[in-house]
């Protein structure tokens, strides 16, 4: 189980977007129990997560308040 959290943060540094198909066949698992994983770290704060189920792409992308986006654009 730490192996494979572990495996989900590093995924997470590294890619933005993923299939859940080739990001569960990465990781050994199926689709159910990656969605499982993934909703628990997500809820625990470890990682950011959103998944579109229908189209079947995980994001690890946090979105970015307004404010920072002003900061930035100034």
Known sequence: MRV???NLRV???YYTRMKTASLANMLGLQEDE???YL???SSDGDIFVKIDRP???VS???PRSAE???S???
Do not use: C, P, R, Y
């Open 39 to 41: 909703s628990d770290m």
């Open 4 to 6: 494979i959290q572990h």
């Open 60 to 62: 690890f992308v946090q």
């Open 72 to 74: 930035d654009w100034a």
């Open 11 to 13: 995924v997470a540094k």
């Open 68 to 70: 920072a986006v002003l």
């Open 34 to 36: 990656l969605e499982g």
């Open 55 to 57: 189209q079947g792409i």
